[in-house]
């Protein structure tokens, strides 16, 4: 079977123009599932109007979206077919160029220092090209996925080593869609893709972002990291256009803040101030705050409600610091506040990370004797204070 460059190149094209338009059965049914199950009046709100854009867009033949992204087409060659593989790539782009011509479409490829726009959805490696081969049947497949840009641009690769393990992974996910809140327009689908080289990687995120929905890793170790991700992310409570959403999720998170507040207040503390899902709080003694964050530690890893178990980074670090008022809030400010911040990092989630200040002080010391907690020491340079190693320690409950 011989396919010739001019059925390519109408194919690229089509396929460009449909997808703009005209959305996957199993997207479509996916926004009826979530705007049944939403409780939010807000979130039920702005997914009515992302339906109703649905159908507009179908029954006039408009785009979905101005955001016409970045073309990828994924080529797979099956069995008995002949085809000229540079010919093809040269008809898919050629099909791309006359899909933003007589869509017409917003061309969103620039060149990437001059920002020059040809207005052909082209550019350099631009339409993104991907060439794999099937045994499974003959012909030739294209596939084809308009990456949104504000997506794109809410993409992320964390080179671990294997020391840090699956929490490392779960961490990196949960705090990636943190930080793209709203800017992906959700409701959105995330694509994780482990191991392999770092392009690997990027690529087999996109593999899994453009999987039906309701489908599974095929590998069952992968499947069940799946399903505790998808737990968690739909915990978060950004919502519909990052708006919100459904209002158990989101009380669940916020449940956490509830239980720091009552153990800073119950050890002779105050909270100073909430940063997205962090709290930031001062003591009058460092043996309060240790106790304080261990009693919350526990209590979120042990949820009295039965719900899902959570873990709370904490560090500790005691000395003097710059105090403000700012919009009628007091706030602090300096080194102690800085250190305090980069401790947090380094904890587990089942440990308290201690400076060594804190843990020198007496009645720290006295607390972790009485308690029998393990306190395991070791230095370390931090972010910020590169001319110094410090001494901190990892204090936890065996």
């Known amino acids: 079977m011989r396919i010739t460059p001019d059925r390519i190149e109408e194919a690229a094209k089509e396929l460009y123009l449909r997808a703009l338009r005209d959305l996957p059965p199993d997207i479509k049914r996916g926004f009826e599932v979530l705007a049944a199950r939403e409780t939010g009046t807000t979130a039920k709100t702005v997914l009515a109007t992302m339906i109703q854009n649905i159908a507009v867009a179908e029954r006039t033949n408009n785009l979905l979206c101005q955001d016409t992204g970045i073309p990828i087409y994924n080529i797979t060659i099956g069995r008995n077919v002949e085809v000229d593989g540079v010919a093809l790539t040269a008809a898919i782009r050629r099909g791309c160029e006359r899909a933003t011509r007589e869509g017409p479409l917003r061309s969103s490829i620039v060149h990437p220092l001059t920002r020059k726009n040809d207005h052909t959805s082209c550019g350099i490696s631009v339409p993104v090209i991907h060439v794999g081969f099937s045994g499974a049947f003959d012909g030739l497949r294209i596939e084809m996925i308009p990456k949104g840009s504000g997506s794109e641009n809410n993409s992320w690769l964390k080179m671990a080593i294997p020391a840090e393990g699956v929490d490392a992974i779960r961490t990196f996910v949960?705090?990636?869609?943190?930080?793209?809140?709203?800017?992906?327009?959700?409701?959105?689908?995330?694509?994780?893709?482990?191991?392999?080289?770092?392009?690997?990687?990027?690529?087999?995120?996109?593999?899994?972002?453009?999987?039906?929905?309701?489908?599974?890793?095929?590998?069952?170790?992968?499947?069940?990291?799946?399903?505790?991700?998808?737990?968690?992310?739909?915990?978060?409570?950004?919502?519909?256009?990052?708006?919100?959403?459904?209002?158990?999720?989101?009380?669940?998170?916020?449940?956490?803040?509830?239980?720091?507040?009552?153990?800073?207040?119950?050890?002779?503390?105050?909270?100073?101030?909430?940063?997205?899902?962090?709290?930031?709080?001062?003591?009058?003694?460092?043996?309060?705050?240790?106790?304080?964050?261990?009693?919350?530690?526990?209590?979120?890893?042990?949820?009295?409600?039965?719900?899902?178990?959570?873990?709370?980074?904490?560090?500790?670090?005691?000395?003097?610091?710059?105090?403000?008022?700012?919009?009628?809030?007091?706030?602090?400010?300096?080194?102690?506040?800085?250190?305090?911040?980069?401790?947090?990092?380094?904890?587990?989630?089942?440990?308290?990370?201690?400076?060594?200040?804190?843990?020198?002080d007496a009645k720290v010391r006295e607390l972790i004797e009485a308690e029998g907690l393990s306190a395991v020491g070791f230095d370390m340079l931090l972010k910020g204070f590169e001319d110094e190693r410090f001494e901190l320690w990892r204090v936890s409950r065996h």
């Open 174 to 360: 949960i705090d990636c869609v943190l930080g793209a809140g709203g800017r992906t327009c959700p409701p959105t689908i995330v694509g994780v893709g482990i191991g392999g080289t770092a392009d690997l990687c990027v690529h087999l995120a996109k593999v899994a972002a453009t999987r039906p929905l309701g489908s599974h890793c095929a590998d069952a170790e992968g499947a069940a990291l799946e399903g505790e991700l998808s737990a968690a992310v739909n915990m978060l409570g950004i919502g519909p256009q990052g708006l919100g959403g459904d209002a158990t999720a989101f009380g669940r998170v916020m449940s956490h803040f509830d239980v720091v507040r009552k153990a800073v207040i119950e050890h002779d503390g105050a909270v100073v101030k909430t940063i997205g899902d962090a709290v930031m709080a001062v003591f009058r003694s460092a043996a309060d705050g240790l106790i304080a964050m261990l009693e919350v530690q526990r209590a979120l890893a042990e949820p009295a409600d039965g719900g899902m178990p959570l873990q709370l980074k904490a560090g500790l670090n005691t000395g003097p610091c710059i105090a403000v008022t700012l919009n009628d809030r007091l706030d602090y400010f300096g080194s102690t506040v800085n250190m305090a911040a980069r401790l947090e990092g380094l904890s587990s989630g089942a440990d308290v990370i201690i400076s060594g200040s804190v843990y020198e």
